[in-house]
């Protein structure tokens, strides 16, 4: 699977984005994408998962600002991002697998398949 990121840029505090993930080389439809994000000097941490189903999760710091959707005749994954935070500034990756419980959405290594990034920066 290939996994090709886009819709990133730099926008003022409050301001809304949204990323785009366009899948090629497998059955999307079966796939949970993830969405993670890595700011300088931190960690890569877990933005939030759509699954098969359509069903969402997110973490906590993003909760009622981001909004996950999947056009799976298009194979495409959105992160609609809206009432940004300078906080919310990284490099926002789409990802791709088979974790076989929502409890392991989170967690990166249960992704196999990345994209290489797109920069979000929010400017207080």
């Known amino acids: 699977v290939q996994l090709q990121a886009s819709g990133g840029g730099l926008v003022q505090a409050g301001g809304s984005l949204r990323l785009s993930c366009a899948a090629t080389?497998?059955?999307?439809?079966?796939?949970?994408m993830a969405w993670f994000r890595q700011a300088p000097g931190k960690e890569r941490e877990f933005v939030a998962a759509?699954?098969?189903?359509?069903?969402?999760y997110y973490a906590d710091s993003v909760k009622g600002r981001f909004f996950g959707s999947r056009d799976n005749a298009k194979s495409t994954v959105r992160l609609q991002m809206n009432s940004l935070k300078p906080e919310d500034t990284a490099v926002y990756y789409c990802?791709?697998?088979?974790?076989?419980?929502?409890?392991?959405?989170?967690?990166?290594?249960?992704?196999?398949?990345w994209g290489q990034g797109t920069q979000v920066t929010v400017s207080s």
């Open positions: 990802a791709a697998g088979d974790p076989s419980s929502s409890y392991l959405y989170s967690t990166e290594g249960n992704y196999r398949y």
């Open positions: 080389g497998r059955t999307f439809s079966s796939l949970t």
């Open positions: 759509i699954n098969w189903s359509g069903a969402t």
